[in-house]
């Protein structure tokens, strides 16, 4: 997948291997969505995205939540979809995520994107 241009969500962005996915992500010329239950965090995240030239949209949620949940989606509608979603914590995935963030990247114009589960086997 050619990731210029493209659109990627990650949650537990603001620390560890979220942060690591994220920076990641941006050197490859993705726009990057910093999830993150830590403002303070997900926004020193962003500034260092923003530093490879890409967008970078902060959302402050614990996924785990279902209003933060239900603020994410509304976000990445607002967006336009999201082409890659990376859930980036040990934390399980609640399948109402799955189902939610399934939902905004069935949104894109050009195909479906990729949910990638990172830190839980």
Do not use: C, K, N
């Not at 970078?56 to 999201?82: E, F, H, N, S």
């Not at 890659?84 to 609640?94: G, Q, Y």
């Amino acid at each position: 997948m050619q990731l210029r241009w493209r659109t990627v969500v990650v949650t537990a962005a603001g620390t560890g291997l979220g942060r690591e996915v994220a920076l990641r992500f941006a050197r490859a010329g993705a726009g990057v969505v910093v999830v993150d239950p830590d403002a303070a965090s997900a926004h020193e995240v962003a500034a260092l995205v923003r530093e490879h030239r890409v967008g970078t949209w902060v959302v402050q949620a614990d996924v785990g939540d279902g209003d933060d949940l239900a603020l994410l989606t509304a976000r990445l509608r607002d967006l336009g979809g999201a082409d890659v979603v990376v859930h980036a914590t040990p934390a399980a995935l609640d399948p109402h995520l799955v189902d939610a963030l399934v939902a905004t990247l069935a949104r894109r114009v050009d195909g479906p994107g990729a949910v990638v589960l990172v830190g839980r086997p």
